[in-house]
């Protein structure tokens, strides 16, 4: 069974920088895309970055271009988003998940994603 443990969530000023981790665990991802996605309070669950866990290959929302680096540490099985320069905006719950099909099928929707984690608070204040 696949588990997803997120961590690293926090409460931040505008302009600063946060990282986010996620611990996969449960079988061997090689044709997985990992994910992360937000969602704040009576909004819908959006995408934020997407990597490919075999070879790297990374994906941004506009939002996040320039500002996010998603990695992965294939020796940890471990996913991690670095979001520099917050903004107030970007408060929200922020979900780690994983599609079993995500080296051969790009998706960018929450429903392609069948694991989920239990998502990490990240505030950011104006």
């Known amino acids: 069974q696949v588990q997803l443990v997120e961590s690293g969530g926090g409460l931040v000023q505008a302009g600063d920088s946060l990282s986010l981790f996620c611990e996969a665990s449960?079988?061997?991802?090689?044709?997985?895309?990992m994910a992360w996605f937000r969602q704040a309070p009576g909004e819908e669950r959006v995408f934020v970055a997407r990597?490919?866990?075999?070879?790297?290959?990374?994906y941004y929302a506009d939002s996040a271009k320039g500002r996010f680096i998603i990695s992965r540490d294939n020796t940890k099985n471990m996913i991690s988003l670095q979001m520099n320069n917050l903004k107030p905006e970007e408060t929200a719950v922020y979900y780690c998940?994983?599609?079993?099909?995500?080296?051969?099928?790009?998706?960018?929707?929450?429903?392609?994603?069948?694991?989920w984690g239990q998502g990490t608070q990240v505030t950011v204040s104006s």
């Open positions: 449960g079988r061997t991802f090689d044709n997985f895309a």
């Open positions: 990597i490919r866990w075999r070879d790297g290959v990374t």
């Open positions: 998940a994983a599609d079993p099909n995500g080296y051969y099928a790009f998706s960018l929707n929450p429903s392609q994603y069948r694991y």
